[in-house]
């Protein structure tokens, strides 16, 4: 159970420099007083933008990222990213293993464990993707593809690295549809699944700890009965996040509805983030 709501965003390729800076911009404004404490927001943006973006967001309650890394750090990966590159533009986070990194640009496993190690030996806070495809969930092997996934990107983290770790459910099939086509009840049983592998990972207080994100065409419409899922800890919007005032709605929205919910009343958050 997490004492703080978790949104992220991806643009993906939706927006180049000049329209990532002004987005990042809106959003700083326009959550200008979004409470740290509470509720944390990480943006992750094109490479292209993220020097600059840094120092328009030098301090700032958003926290900035990019959405991949190399899983090497030596210098003949002509065209990639380091982790310590990354870390030299003094970012707070990366996306790793988002679906279409594993299923477009073919990222194994192994591939991601490299990544995850190597972003976070930079201190780097790891949003790690896992998902399966609609035939995996078709075969009634979902459960079994995310707990491969978890146990192999996340082999051999060392345990004061855990709170660098976030968990990003975005199934394959969820992605860039309507969002009435989500159950949210399903969403809530694969949070389960995702909550006990952490937990036989770690331990039950470190597994516990992890935040453990939705994402897959969250919108305005669907965002509160997600959050309401069993272990749902947060959500990472892809779509319905790339204008900044959709984003800051959803936002307070659902910040409103989870302090007004009983079955979550447990949860302190801000009661005056309104
Ligand atoms: P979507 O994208 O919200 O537009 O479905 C989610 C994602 O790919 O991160």
Partial sequence: MQNKLYFCTNTKMSKGLTESLSYLK?????????????????????????YPARQICLKSNILLGAQ????ETDFSFTGEISAPMLKELNLDCVMIGHSERRRKAGETDSMINQKV??????????????????SEKQYMISDEVLRIQLKR?????????????????????????DSSCIPPDYVGKKHNTIRS?????FGS????????IYGGSVSPSNACRLIDQPNVDGLGIGRSAWDAFTFNCLIRNVQEHVNQSTS???????????
């Avoid at 991949?68 to 899983?71: D, H, I, L, R």
């Fill in 26 to 50: 809106d959003l700083q404004t326009l959550l200008s007083d979004l409470p740290q404490k509470d509720i944390e927001l990480a943006v992750m943006l094109p490479f292209t933008a993220l």
């Fill in 68 to 71: 991949n890394v190399c899983q």
């Fill in 117 to 134: 190690l190597f972003a976070l030996s930079e201190n780097l806070t790891v949003f790690l993707g896992i998902s399966e495809t609609a």
């Fill in 153 to 177: 990107s996340l082999y051999g983290i060392r345990a004061e690295q855990v709170p660098l770790l976030r968990i990003l459910y975005e199934p394959a099939w969820a992605i860039g549809k």
């Fill in 197 to 201: 592998c952490l937990c036989e990972l």
């Fill in 205 to 212: 207080d470190t597994g516990s700890s992890i935040p453990v």
């Fill in 264 to 274: 979550k009343g447990d949860k302190p958050y801000a009661e005056n983030f309104k």
